[in-house]
């Protein structure tokens, strides 16, 4: 195996194979592949509702279902807090069985439900619909980038981690602009049918990859000698993952410090992404139906080339031997250059220096997307990375995404101020960042990769 992972850790970006024994797609680039193309689905899914909710809102003798804005905003919520809680019972069951059975399962169920939204005949109907959604979106992402991490150095980890989040960006733009155009001609049912169908294919698609299978929930991986014993050097190859690790997990300084950076960093981005639009009708006085397209489009393509300029970044440092304080650099380093192009976007309302600062902070911010997860699976014995996972999913959403929308609101209704409020919301994010900055220091020029000791 050592030598095996030699020849793999001289190739630019590769990761290593699997057997034919353990399932018939053996290739780490077509697992990557499969996992991008079923995260691309997640985010299609997931954002669907945004261009439907005019349509929803109608009554239901024009075809709609006659929700209220609040029944709306329960929907969104739902699917949040159920995908969030579900996580971290989902993240253990994927480190005691096989997780592309666990992620199939996940696919299946979100996909059936995404489509059984268009049999919905009232906002019960719709609230189980989109809470099935959170549940099979929560048993997919923890078991997806656990597998990935087993699959590639870690090297290569960033990259890898980085390529699979890039549904985050194309699939949430194009489940926005394809439900907007579907409902316009066949109407919303035809859009949750039309974008929930092909996850099934996918699901099946992915039981044909190989894993290794696990004796008693190990989670030993396929791109290192020997799992990550950062938190506990002298734990079994036969060890079960339970509760009681997620605990240990908590005293980890490491592993502490990533969620809390992870947290801050996600309070800033749920806030620009709920409200930007609104803002920039509210303060800068845009036109919502040109401020859409216009942000989403800058956010689309700030966002990818930031994910992709930061995962390689983070893998170059890691390559010369800065090792995980190499991934916190690029989001401390990241976030800090972005709070000044974010700031003059809120300030400044000219278009010249609106639209231009937007896009070079969200290309920024977006370093973080692929080095978090890598630097996650660092300080996390192999065999833990998806409830690890799961529990930072937990975390990032409750305390992070969930809650600046709220912190964001209530600060605008005591204000009267909209600008206040996202400021608020950027000082956290760069907080994060600096705090990113400052843990560097701790772990810097640490040593990872096959036969690594922590």
């Not at 239901?60 to 739902?78: H, I, M, Y």
């Not at 019960?124 to 656990?146: D, K, N, Q, S």
Request: hydrophobic share 50%; proline share 4%.
């Amino acid at each position: 195996m050592a030598s095996e992972l030699k020849l793999v850790a001289t190739k630019r970006f590769a990761g290593v194979p699997g057997r034919k024994e353990d399932g018939a797609i053996t290739g780490a680039m077509s697992l990557l592949f499969i996992m991008a193309a079923i995260n691309f689905i997640n985010y299609v899914d997931r954002s669907i509702l945004t261009p439907l909710v005019p349509a929803l809102m109608e009554s239901k003798a024009n075809g709609g279902l006659g929700l209220s804005q609040r029944e709306v905003g329960l929907l969104g919520s739902a699917f949040m807090w159920v995908h969030s809680l579900a996580s971290i019972p989902l993240g253990l069951l994927a480190d005691r069985l096989l997780r592309k059975r666990i992620i199939a399962a996940g696919v299946t169920l979100w996909s059936v439900a995404t489509a059984g939204a268009a049999l919905a005949g009232n906002f019960a109907h719709m609230l189980i619909a989109r809470a099935a959604v959170g549940i099979g979106e929560a048993a997919y992402a923890p078991a997806a980038t656990a597998l990935i991490s087993e699959r590639f150095p870690a090297e290569h980890r960033a990259r890898a981690l980085g390529i699979f989040n890039l549904g985050m960006f194309i699939g949430g733009a194009v489940g926005i602009t394809l439900g907007g155009v579907v409902a316009k001609h066949w109407g919303w049912r035809a859009a949750f049918l039309m974008v929930g169908l092909p996850g099934l294919v996918l699901a099946l698609l992915v039981l044909a990859v190989a894993e290794k299978r696990r004796r008693q929930g190990t989670g030993a991986s396929l791109s290192d000698e020997k799992p990550d014993m950062t938190l506990d050097p002298s734990a079994s190859h036969s060890h079960t993952t339970s509760l009681r690790d997620l605990k240990v997990l908590l005293k980890s300084s490491s592993f502490r410090a990533v969620n809390i950076i992870g947290i801050l960093i996600t309070f800033f981005v749920g806030a620009l992404n709920l409200y930007a639009v609104q803002y920039l009708k509210d303060v800068h006085h845009i036109d919502p139906a040109k401020a859409g397209p216009i942000f989403g489009g800058i956010a689309a393509l700030g966002g990818l080339g930031g994910v992709f300029f930061g995962s390689y970044l983070a893998d170059r440092l890691t390559r010369r031997g800065w090792g995980t304080g190499g991934r916190l650099a690029v989001i401390g380093a990241g976030m800090v250059l972005a709070t000044p192009f974010i700031v003059a976007g809120l300030l400044i309302g000219n278009p010249i220096v609106l639209y231009p600062a937007l896009g070079f902070g969200v290309f920024f911010t977006t370093w973080y997307i692929g080095p978090i997860l890598a630097a996650l699976h660092d300080v996390v014995p192999a065999y833990n990375r998806a409830a690890a996972t799961g529990a930072y999913f937990f975390l990032i959403h409750m305390l992070g995404d969930a809650l600046s929308p709220i912190v964001v609101a209530e600060i605008k209704t005591q204000t009267g101020s909209l600008k206040t409020g996202m400021l608020v919301a950027v000082a956290v994010g760069t907080l994060g960042g600096i705090y990113a900055l400052l843990a560097t220091r701790k772990v810097l020029r640490r040593k990872l990769g096959p036969g690594a000791k922590s």
